[in-house]
């Protein structure tokens, strides 16, 4: 029946997606609606609609632009997504605070032959004058969470070994030491791994899915459905707030009904892309954080950085909170783009 509603939505949005064809069952390429994709090629189509197990996802390999087929119809036609929604969902047991993020549950282990993190060393048992070590120090990570966090001398290589041909041989010359940040789902087992650099190295995050239809979400083995959630942009961030989980740089898909959240993007005023992503979450009826005039840092890392409590954040977060008409005239005078 899913199948059956994911084809029918498709062929509804077809017309607003150019140079649409379909390659083969349950593949079907356009050119990506996010980035316009090539400027100077109008026949260039490097967006794809693609099936994993019995879901529709969608991905430009332009922009890297990644969705479930909800998210990416909603993206192309907000009133299609709504009747995509009822249709899709009709029937099906309500999501419960128990099973939210049921979703997240790893079969991993039947997938892979190594465990992910084997032959990587925690850095609570990494000396503190370690060049890597210093790094997390500088930070000022809690140290609790070295335990979960994890250093690869040669990320290429590691990432080899869980996806093979990842990385060829033109990139060997560029192999370089990372900061590996797992994600855990909410058994506790790892579904993504995150390679920060710790110089100049680019690009300064590189995030590998070792399952494909999980969103890319941090610190699901630490979050409480009780409690009001917090979501950051980054892992870094969502370690010094309690209740937090991090987005990694994709949109999150909430349940309808999951409301007591609260969005906490970076301090960019001059960001487009954030900037429009702050309207879309008021247009979505989530309470966001917009930082005031006085904080001059850029995320949570660098108030950390800067002297401030992790109390003291959590106190400039609660007092800074908005939703609805009072978020719109907020971020109007916050955005200067």
């Known amino acids: 029946m899913s199948s059956y509603v994911d084809l029918d939505y498709i062929s509804k949005i077809q017309p607003r997606l150019q140079q649409f064809k379909r390659k083969k069952d349950y593949l079907f390429n356009f050119r990506c609606p996010v980035c316009g ?16 197990k019995n879901d529709m996802f969608f991905k430009c390999h332009n922009c890297s632009a990644s969705h479930n087929l909800a998210n990416f119809i909603k993206v192309v036609d907000r009133k299609i997504y709504d009747q995509y929604i009822l249709e899709r969902y009709k029937g099906n ?37 370690h060049p890597a070590k210093k790094y997390l120090l500088k930070r000022r990570i809690p140290e609790e969470y070295f335990s979960k966090l994890y250093l690869s001398n040669k990320f290429q290589a590691f990432v080899n070994k869980l996806k093979p041909g990842t990385f060829g041989e033109e990139t060997e010359k ?26 100049k190295e680019q690009p300064k995050y590189i995030t590998l899915k070792l399952y494909e239809n999980k969103q890319k979400i941090f610190g699901l ?4 459905l009780h409690k ?15 209740n937090c989980i991090a987005a990694a740089g994709a949109d999150i898909q909430l349940p309808g009904d999951q409301k ?8 960019e005023p001059r960001n487009k892309e954030i900037i429009k992503r702050m309207y879309k979450v008021i247009d979505d009826n989530y309470k966001l ?37 009072s978020a719109l005239t907020k971020l109007n005078s916050y955005k200067r783009c």
Request: without cysteine; glycine residues 4%.
């Open 37 to 52: 994709d090539s400027k100077k090629s109008k026949t260039k189509a490097r967006a794809y609609l693609y099936r994993v």
């Open 289 to 325: 954080v917009i930082w005031p005039d006085d904080i001059k840092e850029k995320d949570i890392n660098e108030l950390i950085m800067n002297d401030k409590t992790k109390t003291q954040v959590q106190n400039i977060i609660f007092d800074n909170t908005y939703s609805g008409l």
């Open 221 to 224: 083995d630490r979050i409480n």
């Open 260 to 267: 007591d959240v609260v969005f906490v993007f970076d301090n």
């Open 228 to 242: 009001t959630i917090y979501i950051v942009e980054g892992p870094i961030d969502s370690l010094f707030i309690d």
């Open 174 to 199: 560029y192999e370089h030491p990372r900061l590996i940040i797992p994600f855990y789902d909410v058994d506790g087992e790892v579904f993504a791994i995150q390679g920060r650099a710790f110089g």
């Open 93 to 129: 047991k309500p999501i419960s605070e128990d099973n939210l993020f049921d979703r997240f549950k790893s079969d991993i282990k039947k997938k892979l032959n190594i465990t992910p993190l084997q032959g990587l060393k925690s850095f609570d048992k990494i000396d503190n004058v």
